[in-house]
């Protein structure tokens, strides 16, 4: 690759995020890492995605807040001129709560994540773009989206809703070359999953729901990003691409 795309990536300290950012740095891009607080700043995915080849610096970001994100994305075309590939992995997981259990603050606090902060990085990306200037947007979703699970209602809703959002910014965006899809990871081993991925025993009760007898790794989604925000992918958009080993074919057997 001879020219090196500005690349922003919510979420990008840890999990599917950090391995994002880490794939696209070994295909030489420069990297805005976007970490949420400081007690992860983001700094061990920025040196890893120079070892790997790239360039990078870390931002902080609520994405869930405008002015946060208007600030984020400054600071990445200051670095690195326009960006030219959007990622957007930040988000919280299911708490397991009932509807009737959850609280507003918990409903909220999904929705702004995982929901409205998808909106807003994406209204950054697109809005005042000059014409000619293509660009990819990949938005890490989840087989929650349609695969629906009790205690996951915040969660579930919030994945439903982005399908939405993704399908309509596609079409919208279409004509401006800009390219809008959706990842939808089923069970990967990353810190979201941390019982999982410490937990042997644990990991292997749930694998036995899961075709492929095996769980999935951060580095598998990273490298389906790269390929959907690459020229090889410029004929897709609006795409729900499912990763999950074939977890989701399961959910009607036994009825």
């Not at 840890?14 to 990297?31: L, P």
């Not at 982005?162 to 800009?178: M, Q, V």
């Amino acid at each position: 690759m001879t020219d090196k795309r500005c690349v922003v990536v919510s979420g990008a300290e840890s999990g599917i995020g950090a391995a994002c950012a880490i794939a696209f740095g070994a295909q030489g891009d420069n990297v805005v890492v976007l970490f949420h607080d400081d007690r992860n700043d983001g700094s061990d995915t920025v040196a890893k995605v120079k070892a790997a080849g790239g360039d990078g610096i870390a931002v902080q970001c609520n994405v869930g807040d405008e002015a946060s994100v208007e600030a984020a994305f400054a600071a990445a075309e200051k670095a690195y001129g326009l960006a030219t590939v959007l990622v957007n992995s930040a988000g919280i997981n299911m708490a397991g709560v009932t509807v009737r259990q959850m609280t507003m603050p918990q409903w909220q606090r999904m929705l702004d994540t995982d929901l409205t902060g998808a909106f807003l990085t994406s209204r950054r990306f697109v809005r005042d773009r000059p014409a000619g200037n293509p660009g990819s947007i990949v938005h890490i979703s989840s087989i929650h989206a349609y695969a629906v699970r009790a205690g996951g209602a915040d969660y579930c809703a919030a994945k439903g809703g982005l399908t939405n959002l993704i399908e309509t910014l596609a079409i919208e965006e279409a004509p401006n070359g800009i390219r809008v899809n959706a990842i939808e990871p089923g069970m990967i081993l990353t810190p979201m999953n941390e019982r999982a991925s410490t937990d042997a025993a644990y990991r292997q009760s749930l694998e036995k729901n899961i075709p492929m007898d095996r769980a999935g790794k951060p580095e598998e989604v990273g490298d389906l990003a790269v390929f959907l925000a690459s020229d090889k992918a410029s004929y897709i958009t609006g795409a729900k691409i499912v990763i999950d080993g074939g977890l989701s074919l399961m959910q009607a057997l036994g009825a």
